[in-house]
């Protein structure tokens, strides 16, 4: 199955992306994660991502549809995939519509002056990128491979700030676009996680 996780920045897509691959054993395709590597390791897609990462802008579509258009021609994306963070912008969804067929786009609806906390809050783990917030989790330290927590520097403040505003304005409109191609579901996003688990798990079992 082809899906996409939308949702706004902080609204657990990470999250439910990883209960959703291990169930329909899909590659889990965050576009966040591939320029975070990048970054790290420097390559020329990390050299021009930083900066528009860095002050909570978007990287420049077309820097964005080459990278996945790539990825998705690699053979594990052959039996469907999890989209998470892309697509953003409306550009995106059409040109993601010319490479493949979406069957279901899951929104995590959540609500946005609530968000600003969690993601301020949100550690994860340099090494393994397991994601904690110290509201439930207050160590520095991962539990699952125990390597340092940090917060990743566009969850400061100013930056969240700036990341919502870019959601609300660029990435919002896709739940409309999605909507009228029928393929969209929404779940409320402000449950406990398991609970919002087992929402996107009825979902993606709906025909
Ligand atoms: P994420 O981890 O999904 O919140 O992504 C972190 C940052 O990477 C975003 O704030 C953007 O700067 C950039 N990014 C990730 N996915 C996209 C995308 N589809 N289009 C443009 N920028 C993106």
């Known amino acids: 199955m082809n899906i996409i996780l939308l949702g706004a920045p902080g609204a657990g897509k990470g999250t439910q992306a990883e209960y959703i691959v291990a169930k329909y054993n899909v590659p889990h395709i965050s576009t966040g994660d591939i320029f975070r590597k990048n970054i790290k390791e420097q390559t020329p897609v990390g ?40 697509p953003r912008t409306i550009a995106q969804a059409e040109a993601l519509d010319k490479i493949t067929k979406i069957e279901k786009v899951v929104n995590i609806d959540v609500d946005l002056t609530k968000l600003l906390k969690r993601i301020v809050g949100r550690r994860v783990c340099v090494a393994c990128g397991a994601s904690y917030n110290i509201e439930t989790y207050d160590k520095p330290d991962c539990a699952k491979c125990p390597s340092q927590l940090i917060q990743r520097p566009d969850d400061k403040e100013e930056t969240v700030r700036a990341r919502l505003e870019v959601y609300q304005n660029q990435t919002a409109p896709l739940i409309e676009y999605y909507r009228a191609k029928g393929v969209l579901k929404s779940v409320d996003g402000m449950q406990t996680i398991s609970e919002v688990c087992s929402r996107v798990e009825k979902v993606l079992e709906q025909a």
């Open 47 to 86: 050299l021009k991502a930083k900066s528009f990462i860095d002050q909570g802008k978007l990287v420049p579509d077309e820097v964005v549809i080459e990278l996945i258009q790539s990825r998705l021609s690699e053979d594990d994306c052959k039996n469907g995939y999890l989209l998470d963070g892309f």
